[in-house]
């Protein structure tokens, strides 16, 4: 059973910064792109930041570019998404996601499974 687990959110106060964590089991991940999508209520999820499967490859939202770095460590299957320099725009629940195939893409429906969400809060 393939299953991503988030964690790492919270509260943080605007110029901040929070590490996400997303712990993945029941497949050989290493061999699938990874991406982080967020969200917010009355909003569709978007695309925030992706890893191609050998993390040679990365692609970031004009929204976070700059301020957001996404890696991955296959060994422990292990996605990671670092935000710096929040602001309260970021407020969210962060979901990590899992490609059905190697390829790079934003679009949500390439992607074959989901974590719960990790609730990000910036302060102003």
């Known amino acids: 059973q393939v299953q991503l687990v988030e964690s790492g959110g919270g509260l943080v106060q605007a110029g901040g910064s929070l590490r996400l964590s997303c712990a993945a089991s029941?497949?050989?991940?290493?061999?699938?792109?990874m991406a982080w999508f967020r969200q917010t209520p009355g909003k569709e999820r978007e695309f925030v930041a992706g890893?191609?499967?050998?993390?040679?490859?990365?692609y970031y939202a004009d929204s976070v570019k700059g301020r957001y770095t996404i890696s991955r460590t296959d060994s422990k299957n292990t996605v990671f998404l670092q935000m710096n320099s929040l602001i309260p725009e970021d407020t969210a629940v962060y979901y990590c996601?899992?490609?059905?195939?190697?390829?790079?893409?934003?679009?949500?429906?390439?992607?074959?499974?989901w974590g719960q969400g990790t609730q990000v809060t910036v302060s102003s």
């Open positions: 890893i191609s499967w050998s993390g040679g490859s990365t």
């Open positions: 996601a899992c490609d059905r195939g190697s390829g790079l893409t934003v679009r949500e429906g390439s992607y074959e499974y």
């Open positions: 029941g497949r050989t991940f290493s061999r699938y792109a």
